[in-house]
Antibody, heavy 119, light 111 residues
């Protein structure tokens, strides 16, 4: 059974840093591109970042570029999102999602972790 | 920026059929695959349609996806509505600037 379990969400002050983790199991993690997607409570989904299977290529939404860094450890079956310079507008649920490949979107999502940026 | 537009909300009664549209703002977005995700209240999204019209195992065939190239739009159709279908539904496709683009979501109410 495929499982994606996010952790690391917290209440953090503006300007602070946070590292989210996503533990993957039930599939060959090293073979798949992975994404982070966020959702402001009560609002829609926003793509945040992706990383290729080997970590060699990353992409970011304009809203987080230069502040967030996506990474992965294929030996630990884990995906990460380092978030620096946090702003109140970064408050959201953060989901990790497994890419199906060949531009077919995601087939599995984690349950999400909540990041609240507030003083 | 490329946008996907969905109706804000739709409603129907149990047993009825409902269709949710997803229109691209420019170009021929339907030349890329379109996915649909269901998000029940308080839960994470789940995939119900991938690559335009494929259902993951476990998703009932009451859910179907289609593409209309002439109108540059995609649709999700749910037949035989059940109360448990009440959820938010998001379309998703691709763009040169952002790898994943989501529609704004459609809230389905089953009356």
């Amino acid at each position: 059974e495929v499982q994606l379990v996010e952790s690391g969400g917290a209440v953090i002050q503006p300007g602070g840093s946070l590292r989210l983790s996503c533990a993957a199991s039930g599939f060959t993690f090293r073979n798949y591109m992975m994404h982070w997607v966020r959702q402001v409570p009560g609002k829609g989904l926003e793509w945040v970042s992706l990383i290729t299977w080997d970590g060699s290529t990353t992409h970011y939404a304009d809203s987080v570029r230069g502040r967030f860094t996506i990474s992965r450890d294929n030996n630990k079956n884990s995906l990460y999102l380092q978030m620096n310079g946090l702003r109140p507008e970064d408050t959201a649920f953060y989901y990790c999602a497994k890419d199906m490949g060949n531009y077919r979107g995601s087939d599995y999502w984690g349950q999400g972790t909540l990041v609240t940026v507030s003083s | 920026n490329f946008l996907l537009t969905q109706p804000h909300s739709v409603s129907a009664s149990p047993g009825e059929t409902v269709t949710i549209s997803c229109s691209g703002s420019s170009g021929s977005f339907v030349s890329n695959y379109v996915q649909w995700y269901q998000q029940r209240p308080g839960s994470a999204p789940t995939t119900i349609i991938w690559a335009n019209n494929h259902r993951p195992s476990g998703v009932p065939d009451r859910f179907s996806g289609s593409i209309d190239s002439s109108s540059n739009s995609a649709s999700l159709t749910i037949s035989g509505l059940r109360t448990e279908d009440e959820a938010d539904y998001y379309c998703q496709s691709y763009d040169n600037s952002d790898p994943w683009v989501f529609g704004g979501g459609t809230k389905l109410t089953v009356l």
